[in-house]
């Protein structure tokens, strides 16, 4: 599975978009990016995940670069209760591997008032 | 909803002591995992199962054995802790088929320390 890169630590003001991005430059055409979140040492929670098309839900917006090699987490309007670390992790869909996700560092994003 | 179940949340081993960490999951998925998780980092695969009778190696599987005792059930048991054992652990579920979302669900968490 591809690696990816991301900020270690990222700042957003209430109420603001929370922008989070992510490199993925050796990602492949079988591989989705996908995006999950840590609050607090509770257990991760998925957000969202895509392959080439731009993904919406109600919890996020992923924007994927034409080329795919990098992409971007959007929380339209962050919450303090968005704090948290933001894993963006890649994998190929498909098989027996699928669950096998490997998590890097993630990002740390602070919500303030 | 009860979703991923760890027990026990908390324990406290002396080194050398055995334990085992259970996980249930109620919403009939077929894979389990049991991830861990040092301070300060990432969550790493100890051991998997795709489905009810197998079970493979993750990234750290060293002083770990696992059971996959029904579909809800999937253990994981230190035969003999050491301090380095220290973590926070994690189950997780997902449904398996040909198309999947890839979306893992998590449990709570269980807090070891090996002293």
């Known amino acids: 599975d591809a690696k990816t890169t991301q900020p270690t630590s990222m700042d957003c003001a209430e109420g603001r978009a929370a922008n989070l991005p992510c490199n993925h430059s050796t990602i492949s055409g079988n591989e989705y990016v996908y995006w999950y979140r840590q609050i607090h040492s509770q257990g991760p929670q998925y957000i969202i995940h895509?392959?080439?098309n731009n993904e919406t839900n109600e919890m996020a917006s992923l924007i994927i670069t034409e080329d795919r090699k990098s992409s971007t987490l959007i929380l339209p309007h962050a919450t303090l209760r968005d704090t948290a670390v933001y894993y963006c992790i890649v994998r190929s869909a498909g098989g027996t591997s699928y669950g096998k996700l490997t998590f890097g560092q993630g990002t740390i994003l602070t919500v303030h008032p | 909803n009860a979703g991923v179940t760890q027990t026990p949340k908390f324990q406290v081993l002396k080194t050398g002591q055995s334990m085992t960490l259970q996980c249930a999951q109620d919403?009939?998925?077929?894979?389990m995992y049991w991830y861990r998780q040092d301070p300060g980092m990432g969550l790493r695969l100890i051991y998997y199962?795709?489905?009810?009778?197998?079970?493979d190696k993750g990234e750290v599987p060293n002083g770990y054995n696992v059971s996959r005792l029904n579909k809800r059930e999937f253990s994981l048991r230190l035969e003999s802790a050491a301090p380095s054992q220290t973590s926070v652990y994690f189950c997780?579920?997902?449904?398996?088929?040909?198309?999947?979302?890839?979306?893992?669900?998590f449990g709570e968490g269980s807090r070891l320390t090996v002293l």
């Open positions: 895509g392959l080439k």
């Open positions: 997780a579920s997902s449904p398996m088929g040909h198309i999947n979302t890839g979306e893992l669900f």
């Open positions: 199962s795709a489905s009810e009778g197998t079970t």
């Open positions: 919403m009939n998925h077929n894979s």
